[in-house]
Each structure stands twice: as C-alpha cells, then as structure tokens.
C-alpha cells in the first residue's frame, strides 16, 4: 500500500452557534466562534488516498482527476460560501471542523473507490493551529 | 535604522460588494467574493516599525508592548468578526485587503510614535497567496 | 473516531550531556548538542485528542480548553526556560526531543482523560528538520 | 515506541512517460508531466524510524548519523540529477513519487537496521500539494 | 501607493551551463546545477504591483485579472517546461533565477501598465533558500 | 540592479538582561526573556545582495560562494552557542535581534564587496512571528 495525498483549499464564512440554545450558552461554549455575524477562514483539506502503483502508470489513482474530483465536489462547494447557509450537505449539522471534515469523507469516499483506490484519511485546517483528521467509521 | 517587524492575525468574514451596483454589476466585478451570505478568512497581520536601537535594551520598542499594542487595537476589533459589518473604523469603506491596510495604519501610527518610534509598513495576507503592503501616505 | 489537533509552541534552552560522561565522550556522541554553554530551539508542539463529536457543539473536546490546558501545564513551564535546569518534570532524565515529548504526554493524558476524550499522540518539532511523535504506550 | 522524523531534500528533473506507449497516450495520462524535454521539482524527503529511546542518549537513533545516512545513500544520487536518466537504482521503473519512494524505503530500511533501529515511513513531497507516504510491505 | 502581491508557481527543469565553456569550466562554476541532464525546481513567483485603491472596487487591480495575466503570460510559459529548451524568451540566456527575473518583468511591466497599474517588483523563488527581487532598470 | 537572497540558520540560547540593572529592574523590562538559565531559539538568517548579473554566468555572485561565506564567518559562530557567552563578536552587546542583525552586517558586508557585489540587508528572524532588517547605517 501506498499513500498519495492532495491538498486543496477554501474560504469561507461560518460560526458554531446551536439553534437550540440562547444566546448566552453559546457564547459560553463557542465564545467568540459564535459571533452572529460570522467569521471565516481559509480552509486546507488534505485528502489521502492509497492502493497499490499501477505498473503501467507508476501511480495509486491520477493526481490530476483527484484533484478535479475534489474541486468539483467539495471546494467548488464550499469556497467563498457561508458553511451555515449556503452548503447543502451541511444544512442539518454545526459547522464545526469535526463535521465538515466528516461529510466531505461521505462525499469523496465513493467516488474514490469509483476510481479504483481508498479513501484514506481527510485531514482538514482551520488554521494553522488547528486541525481535524477523519479517517472514516472502521 | 533597523526594522522590527510583529506577526499577529485574526480571523474573520467579509464581501466584497458596492452597495451602488446591482448584484449582477457585484459579481461582474467581484466574482465569488461578492456571494451575499459573505465569506472568510484567516488573516495574518505582519507589522513593521523602525527606529535605533535603545542602547540600555538593544531594543527599537518593546516586542511585548508592540504585540499588546497590535492587539488591543486592531485584532480584538478585527478577530471573529464580520469586517463589514461589524467594525466601526471600516463601516464607510468596502473591506477591501487594501482598504483594511490603510485604516491599520491610521489606528497604530500615532500609537507608534508615542512609544518612540516609526511605524514603517503594514503587510496584511489575505491568503497566501495575496498580500498588501502600506506605507503611509508619502 | 474523530482526531483533532492543537499546535501550541515554546522556546528553550538545553544541552545533550550525560552526566555519567566525560566531554570528550559527550562530544563524539553528541556533537556541538553538548556545548556547555547550552543552545537553544523554537520548540513546536502538536497535540492530537481522539473522540467521538457531540452532537450539541460538534466538539471533541472545546479547543479552547484544550489550549488553555497545554499552555498552563506544559508551555508555561517550558517556555523561556532551561530544560536541563528550570524544568522540575525533566529532572531526572536527558532533554532529548525524544524524552520531553514522553513527559508531555504522560502529563497531559489522564487531564484530557478527565476532559471526556482520549491523547492520541504527542509531535514535539525540535526545528522543522527534527521532529518526535509518541503514541503512549501501547 | 517512540518515532523520530528527519527531513531532507533534494533537486531533481524528471519526466512522466511510459516507454511502451504513444506519445499521444502518455500525453493522455500525463499530461503535461510527460513534456519530453523534462520539468523537475524541489522534493522534500522525511524518514521516520521507531525505537525505545536509549537511556544514555535519550536517541532512538543518532540524528547526525541519521541525516548522514539519508543523504548519502539518497540525496547525493538524486539531487541535481534527472530520475528518468542519472539513478541506477531508478532505472527500470517510472519515477511517480509513489516509485520513488518505494525505491527510497528499500534503500534506506535494512541499513536503519543495522543502526539498531527500524524505518516506519517514506514521505515524500513532489510540491507542498502532492506527496506520497510508505510504510514498507506490511 | 498600495502594493499588492499576488504568488503563482510553476515547476521547470533546468541547468546551467555556459555553452562557450568547457564541462570542466562549467562544473567549477556551477558545480551539480551544471548535470548535464538536467534537474530542476518548484518555482515560486511573486509579482508585486503598485498604485491607488479605486474607490468603487477598493482595489489596485483585479486580483482575478492579474491572476490569469501572470497564468497565461508567465506560468503556462514555464509550467512542466525545460527553461533552456522549450521557452522562446529565454532563448539566448542562462536561466539563472536572475536572468528568468528579468525576463518576468519585460513580459508584465507592459501589460500591468495596460490595466492601469504599475509593477513593483517580480521575486522569484528557485528552493525556499534562495530567492532573487527585481525592480526594473530604475 | 537585481536582488539575491540566502538562508541559513543557527539554533542558539541566550538571555535579555542588562548587567547594569538589577534582577527586578531586568524582568520588568525583559520579562521571560531575562530568564537568568537561558532560553533559545531556532534563528533564520536572510543575507540579501544586490548587483548586475554578470553575463557569463547569468549570476550577481555564485551562491555556493555565499552560503560558504554565510556558513564559516556567521553560523558557525553562532550555531549551537550561547551568545551572550561563547560569541567574541557579541561580547560587549545585548544580543537582542537587532543587535545580532547588526552585527551580522558588519562581518558580513566588506567580505561581500571583495565577492563583487554589495550587501543589500540582513533580515534575521528569532521566531516566525518576530524579525529584524537591517540595511546598514545609510
């Protein structure tokens, strides 16, 4: 087994609050993440898939349809957009890394396996500070 | 002259739209920028100020005070905020890297120079990728 | 299973010396480590909790927390310090990156325990060429 | 276990082409990788071992002697050379990154062994958005 | 005045090799840049550029439009290319970061003007050690 | 006049303390940087020189030739050392960045002009979020 990874990235708007909450409990739990007007970030994905090196090709999948698949179905989706508002997959969920990076395992997982490889691991940045690994349910 | 230079950053939502120009002349001009449920960033804020080193400290300004300075009056106004929105120095003005760059400047350079130096520049990244730098009018 | 990461960092000093050595056996095996005068580093410290996300807040664990909890039990007392000498948990041992990343975990492991997630690693960068992961014990 | 990184480097050209097809073909799957006048990159190359830090040393492996090993037995026959052209042990297979990394693992392993400690992985950056990882057979 | 940056890359091999000289000559030069099949780099281009924010748009220039300038002008030039070999402006140079800098500047100055801006400086990166800036012949 | 820049680095220990002032009057100036057992940093040093490249070699000045110099007549002076005690050229300075930076300058700059080119600035970073620039006393 080999592991090829490809990053990408977006930009976006977010904030953690729970609807379910008043006001002073998410500020207590998500502080200044809970602005009501938002905050964003720019966003690093790491997407890691791994298989074996095609003898023919010397690769684990194409880096260049990786790289499109990922723009396609997930940057194209969240870049400049507003995780809480603007995101379909994301309607129903907090917008937190933990859970994006989750739903972005459930879109790329099968389209990878599709392509003939694993998904592996998605590993997303906040910031350069903080970051979320997910490496599936198994 | 030797130049001293403090990093700090904040994190926030902005767009980037003239609210005298439909919204088809807005995307027209800022494309994705100007999705109305706003987007983000992780900013990073490089400040550079300059002036003799104190022979008793070998210091041009104190780096702490310098950090406390940059922070106090620019990232807690800046950080978890919506630029447009949200803060009071950029309210007339579209918050443009550019634009955000020169209103540091006007808040931090007679700060500055009470604490006995020059600022030299304000370097702002909006992403990696593109950075403005100001340094004052002349 | 979810894993989230903290980078937190701190700056000290240290030498590699064994006690039990000579300086010309300190010297060949350590090399200029072993200056007397000691050296220094920019230490970088990533710490990895595992868990499952609540459902309330989307969180393994509040990063807030967390970082309050690596600064006040490990930055603070490595920071601007002499780990051969300031540091009463490394007393007793070689401050290799090896060794301080073991102290870390064994010190942060049962309060993040408490905290309701699990340590995953330690990854201790002595400089960006030099790192250290520790997965505990098993 | 403890697992200990060093990173290196090296400078090399290369090119993406499959002897046994067309140059249509190759410009089908490698795209403009295959331009058969070459192209090249700044590889970042991290070896990681795993061991019990030795009680003397507080090493799992001697990082001088670590970093000596990497490059001579990899660096200083792949940097400023052409991986399709200049490396014997590269020959007779495509130099994707997940080959050479490979090549570079079976290189590096049994001497690591020899030094009494064990290799855990190859990572190898090709640009700091693509690279590959290997863990040996198992 | 407002200098805003924008950062492209490009992936190229090259060597350097004065033709008039002996192998000998070359090697003492340029020692391992001079193989004679070549090696190469991840370049890393940063184009600065200078003038006063448009009060519609809070922009110097469209960084969208300066982006693709320097894409189609520059990069897809360069990309997956042999800057001794495949490049029609660097024909009769060494491509030395100086003299591929130089070049950078000729082909954008003119065109940067066009869209009402002005450039400042072209920095190009050949290894994150070493870079080179240029200014123009003022 | 093109502009060419080195990196190199030195990991070193030092302190901020001024030997005329007393404890209290050091750490309510310095704070933990006066920390009276050392503390340290991993220094990133950039040496920028400036001239015509020279057409036979496309180069300002044959960077092996620098980092050659950069290495013997600063880092290995530095590196792994204690600057306020192991450094003959710091002895009567408080090794603070711009202090360092100076004197870097000096050492540096008549050496540079025997190579054919002039010495533009020395930029020394102490970590990533603090450095200093010096261009020398024009």
Known sequence: MVYLTRKEHFNAAHKLSNPNWSEEKN???FGKCSNKNWHGH???LYVTVKGKPNPDTGFIINLKDLSVLIREEVCLKLDHKNLNVDVPFLNDILPSTENVAIKIWEILSPKIIEMGAQLHSIKLYETESNFV???GEN
Request: proline share 0%; hydrophobic share 35%; glycine share 0%.
């Open 27 to 29: 500020w207590e739990v």
């Open 42 to 44: 720019n966003y690093e």
């Open 133 to 135: 690994e997910y490496f």
